[in-house]
């Protein structure tokens, strides 16, 4: 599919079906696979062939549709995970180990700044997080000697900011290190970050892949162009032997376009287990079939939202990348043509008050955590999400009382800018 453009690779990538095979995706709901010989699944087991012997690390379907996202995002190599959690977790522990060093955009999901500030922490990982705004001098200073990785996100959750992917690319590399993004918000029908210098792109797939709100699940891709074996005293798990596997060592064997995805699986995926099931590897394969066509929809009606609401007064501030009002409208100009995503996030004047009567009276948009739906859905961190803290400890956060964060489906933007309009009106 290489020749192909993308939005062809969203319908027809990472499955070819031949003569009387079937036409969709099959899924192959099976925990075990059967073999003639022992010799024959032996060589399963010592990664001398390719095939598969137990789900908990590799299936059929979820390889398809794996190879499907990584033809969309340009990569070597990818897989499937449980959920996006698990994704960013894989994609750092698989090259940091006990005494490793993170660099970390601080503008990123709550819920990966928490993996990595805590739990990574309590496995002897340490973080050091940086603005996404930081000059390079800034993060020069950041790194270490055993600094493993630095990682931001495309378009934070729900911060909203742009990051600079060259900028971080470029020093990570000036240090020896790979850049992992996570690519979630953008997609890449609107981002490929490794065409602008990352080396791992992750996904929860939960979100606009999927589309509809149907699987938990996540993907990681190998952008094929990190040289580990130039680093190789950063990155032992890679270059050096793996007992556990006869002596192998991933780098060696498999080269960088094999190398990370195929440890990933043989070590983390088949200790920790974190596997997409392969229903729903199916279900996210229907989702990326009009991937392309409906992220258009959710940045025309992100824009006209965002665009309606600059102008209220009931309204503080809009943050949207697409303003040219926005601090990342030249980013995203650069790194994001076609429009990033539909969530847009914005501040009531009137506080915590204002926000939750305009929350009670939304009809058409649903109140829920979820975001990058195809129905549109709305979020007060301060009365749910965030709801432990204070105003104060809300405003030290960059989470004000008043924040709302909207996440634009696919219906009629007509529709969706007069529920916001009533829904203001009843602050007045």
């Known amino acids: 599919m290489s020749d192909y453009r993308l939005n062809t690779k969203c319908v027809q990538g990472g499955y070819t079906p031949g003569n009387g095979e079937p036409r969709q995706i099959p899924i192959i709901q099976s925990t075990t696979f059967k073999y003639d010989t022992s010799e024959d699944m032996g060589k399963l087991f010592d990664l001398e062939a390719s095939g598969y012997f137990y789900s908990r690390l590799q299936n059929p379907t979820c390889d398809m549709v794996a190879a499907k996202i990584a033809e969309l995002e340009g990569g070597s190599a990818a897989m499937l995970t449980g959920s996006g959690q698990a994704a960013n977790f894989f994609a750092l522990f698989n090259i940091c180990e006990n005494g490793g060093h993170i660099v970390a955009s601080s ?27 930081a000059d390079e001098e ?7 000697e055993n ?5 931001g ?16 690319a470029r020093v990570a590399h000036e240090h020896g290190v790979p850049l992992i993004v996570d690519n979630t918000f953008p997609t890449p029908v609107n981002c490929r970050p490794i065409e602008w210098g990352a080396d791992i792109v992750t996904h929860s797939t939960t979100k606009y892949m999927d589309g509809h709100g149907s699987c938990v699940g996540g993907a990681i891709v190998d952008s094929g162009k990190f040289d580990w074996m130039a680093h190789a005293d950063k990155f032992p798990g890679l270059c050096t032997p793996d007992e556990s596997y006869h002596g192998i060592t991933y780098a060696e064997k498999f080269g960088r376009e094999g190398a990370f995805i195929t440890k990933c699986v043989a070590q983390l995926m088949r200790d920790f287990g974190c596997v997409q099931s392969p229903n729903s590897a199916f279900i996210l394969n229907l989702g990326l079939e009009s991937l392309h066509v409906r992220m258009a929809r959710h940045v025309e009606n992100g824009q006209a939202v965002a665009e309606f609401l600059e102008g209220r007064e009931e309204v503080k501030y809009v943050n949207y990348s697409g303003l040219e009002s926005n601090k990342y409208h030249a980013l995203a100009k650069k790194y994001l043509p076609n429009g990033g995503c539909g969530v847009v996030s914005f501040e009531l004047a009137g506080g915590r008050a204002a926000a939750e009567k305009f929350m009670k009276n939304l009809k058409l948009a649903a109140i829920e955590t979820h975001v990058a739906d195809a129905r549109t859905c709305c979020l007060n961190p301060a009365s749910s999400t965030h709801r432990q803290m204070t105003d104060e400890q809300l405003e030290e956060a960059g989470i004000p009382a008043g924040l709302i964060r909207m996440s634009c489906g696919l219906e009629d933007k007509s529709d969706l800018i007069a529920d916001l309009k009533q829904a203001l009106e009843s602050l007045r």
């Open 138 to 144: 800034e993060l020069n200073a950041a790194f270490r």
């Open 107 to 133: 503008s990123i999901y709550g819920g990966t700044f928490n993996l990595i500030a805590v739990t990574m922490a309590k496995m002897g990982i340490e973080t050091t997080f940086v603005s996404p705004d």
């Open 153 to 168: 996100e495309t378009i934070a959750n729900p911060a909203l900011t742009v990051l600079d992917i060259e900028k971080f």
């Open 147 to 151: 600094t493993k990785a630095v990682f």
